[in-house]
């Protein structure tokens, strides 16, 4: 028989005993509704880019963005208000994606911050108008080298970057999967989505270009091994278990038998596959929460990237790692427990104390707000590591009232400036409060929230962690955390006592008046701030009710 009619014989055997039809995906897309809105919205605005003249994108990129963002946030309130944070959550796409309480919440938190974040995006009133065009905080040409001849004719020319908003909306996106994702590649794929835009707004300052550009390729280097770290874990992780769906793992884990396929049976069960691919997983995990040890790149990536673009990712990537952290911990590892808390006890301890401690000498308003940010994601550890159902609520709360105390800083830290932009050094902030006593008065609000001063939602949130931190046996790792507060607690008043009870400098940085746009997002801040401090248990049931995944 010749060669062509054999395979020709294959060829029909195959197809003899093939499937008579692929069966299609089953995709529930009413549940998948605020991801998906979100996504076409940026897919809108990547079209805005291409076909409108350049005059008019910057009104419709901000009007799409507030508006694809607003509904997806509506439809995350109808999800709740249908059940499908309590009774009725399921799995959907595949058992691609959980849609339950806490998946809601944080999406829902994302979103929020989202809005407010675009609002930042937008302002145009800071710096003095070039060539008699508004400009924002970002580069006139991405694509020019910074200090070059094609830079200054983008400048010149009252060029604007507008793609920045179909960017941060693939973002939100890429955040809005992490926290739900139900499967690990479903997540290192949210991972991907939403690391990539944030590599390249970091880049794109309009003033020191240089220091944005550097921001931008650190992150991008040690973002690329934590991504690395992920996905070997997740590789190991199915060598171990035969699947990568969490439910899956996690019946093996905890020895629940099942109809094995017989070829993977004889290499399934090896716990040095599960303890070095969960260890693998949780690394790439505690970068993105910016744990120490895997800290190094926030205070460079903070102090770089453009201030807006500095608040939105503090903020949102807190938020979604976690998710995904507490997911994973609770819902595949819970079978692991006395192998994972005492490593967690570890990372909490050390983070809270390096990021105060550190943060006690920074000399940059920028840079001390990221150590902070440090010693915040060990407060929230301290949660994590609870292993209870009140731990799961207290971070979802502290989640939700620091992203905005976080964004309200940031907003603020973009009005003082001087000459050069921002000015961020502590020694300019000097005086402050006599300059102008309203900007320096909010600025201190969210110092002290930060603190965690009662009548703050900074002390809700605290006080939440560390009761569910206490009743889950963890005492000292509470002690430390009071004591990390104590230090922390310094520097933030240093700063406000800087700005109140010191001379101001006849050259320091002057107060720019925002447009409505920033004022917004900053009295957003200060609202939430209060409200969540001085009545915080509408919140607190919210995230009580909200807190349980479903397997």
Not at 62 to 87: E, P, Q, R
Not at 254 to 282: F, H, K, Q, Y
Request: hydrophobic share 55%.
């Amino acid at each position: 028989m010749s060669h062509a009619a054999s395979v020709h014989s294959l060829w029909t055997m195959a197809a003899a005993e093939a499937p008579k039809k692929i069966p299609g995906p089953h995709i529930e897309y009413a549940q998948l509704s605020p991801t998906l809105i979100v996504l076409g919205a940026a897919l809108l605005g990547v079209l805005v880019e291409a076909f409108l003249p350049r005059r008019a994108r910057y009104h419709a990129q901000l009007m799409l963005a507030f508006v694809g963002l607003a509904a997806a946030f509506a439809a995350v309130i109808a999800l709740a208000a249908g059940g499908y944070a309590s009774d009725k959550a399921r799995i959907a796409a595949m058992g691609a994606v959980a849609v339950d309480g806490p998946a809601l919440f944080l999406q829902g938190t994302v979103l929020l911050v989202g809005l407010v974040a675009v609002l930042t995006f937008a302002e145009r009133r800071l710096d003095p108008a070039v060539h008699g065009r508004p400009v924002d905080s970002f580069a006139a040409q991405a694509a020019a080298v910074p200090g070059g001849d094609a830079e200054r004719r983008a400048v010149k020319a009252g060029l604007a970057t507008t793609e920045v908003f179909p960017v941060l909306l693939f973002a939100i996106g890429g955040m809005l999967v992490f926290p739900a994702a139900n499967d690990l590649l479903t997540l290192f794929v949210a991972l991907e989505v939403f690391s990539l835009p944030l590599y390249v707004l970091c880049a794109l300052a309009r003033r020191q270009r240089l220091l944005s550009q550097e921001s931008a390729v650190k992150y991008f280097l040690l973002g690329a091994f934590s991504s690395a770290f992920l996905l070997f874990g997740v590789a190991l992780l199915y060598g171990y278990a035969g699947t990568v769906t969490y439910s899956g793992i996690a019946d093996v884990v905890s020895g629940a038998t099942r109809t094995l396929d017989p070829a993977l049976a004889g290499t399934m069960g090896n716990d040095a596959l599960l303890l070095i691919g969960g260890a693998l997983v949780l690394m790439g995990l505690l970068f993105k929460v910016g744990a120490v040890p895997f800290h190094m790149w926030t205070p460079d990536v903070y102090q770089g990237a453009p201030t807006p673009v500095t608040g939105f990712m503090a903020a949102a990537t807190k938020v979604a790692a976690f998710g995904a952290l507490l997911r994973l911990l609770y819902v595949v590892l819970p079978g692991l427990r006395w192998d994972w808390r005492p490593v967690m006890w570890g990372v909490a301890i050390v983070t809270m104390l390096v990021g105060a401690i550190v943060a006690v000498t920074q000399t940059d308003v920028k840079r001390l707000l990221a150590y902070s940010s440090i010693a915040h994601a060990g407060f929230i550890l301290a949660g994590v590591v609870a292993t209870t159902p009140d731990g799961v609520s207290s971070v979802l709360f502290y989640l939700a009232a620091y992203s905005f105390v976080t964004l309200g800083g940031f907003a603020v830290v973009t009005l003082v400036r001087d000459a050069g932009g921002e000015a961020t050094h502590l020694a300019k902030w000097a005086g402050l409060g006599r300059r102008s006593p309203m900007v320096a008065a909010v600025f201190a609000v969210f110092l002290l929230a930060f603190a965690g001063i009662p009548l703050t939602s900074g002390f809700v949130g605290k006080f939440a962690v560390f009761k569910a931190a206490a009743q889950g046996g963890a005492v000292p790792l509470v002690i430390v955390g009071v004591l990390s507060s104590a230090i922390a607690a310094f520097f933030y008043i240093r700063v406000i006592v800087l700005m109140f009870f010191s001379e101001p400098k006849t050259d320091g940085p002057t107060v720019a008046v925002p447009s409505p746009l920033t004022s917004t997002a900053i009295a957003v801040g200060v609202a939430v701030t209060v409200v969540l401090g001085v009545a915080p248990q509408y919140f607190l049931d919210l995230a009580g009710q909200a807190g349980t995944f479903v397997r």
